[in-house]
């Protein structure tokens, strides 16, 4: 039996389910909107503190390893470290633009009916 075959048997002959529809549209309830919008508000300051903190532990083992006159890749560790904060910064805006659905046309553009 091949990869196809158990897709066939597994996904196609599925007997037909009646699957219930949202009746509100679609639209998920505000409370679930707020706790989502909190969680990640938390998720994206947790980010921001790993990255300060990155930096600076970065920062004390490259001043420690030059008192010592050590040599070391500190530089590749922060521009790791400083990447990382690039993408906490960048997904929470990216993530929104991207699931917006159209409902703020941003700032640059007017809205006949807001």
């Not at 075959?5 to 549209?25: E, F, I």
């Not at 490259?62 to 400083?82: D, N, P, Q, T, Y």
């Not at 929104?96 to 659905?101: A, E, H, M, P, T």
Request: hydrophobic fraction near 45%.
């Amino acid at each position: 039996m091949t990869f196809t075959d158990l897709y066939v048997a597994a996904v196609v002959r599925l007997p037909a389910v009646d699957v219930p529809k949202p009746t509100d549209g679609g639209n998920a309830p505000e409370s679930l909107k707020k706790m989502v919008g909190v969680a990640l508000s938390l998720i994206a300051w947790a980010g921001t503190a790993a990255g300060v903190i990155g930096v600076l532990v970065t920062g004390t083992m490259m001043a420690i390893s030059h008192k010592r006159g050590e040599s070391s890749e500190h530089m590749s560790r922060l521009g790791m470290v400083l990447g990382g904060c690039i993408l906490v910064a960048v997904a929470g805006p990216t993530v929104q633009w991207i699931f917006n659905n159209g409902s703020d046309t941003g700032p640059t553009q007017n809205n006949p009916n807001p």
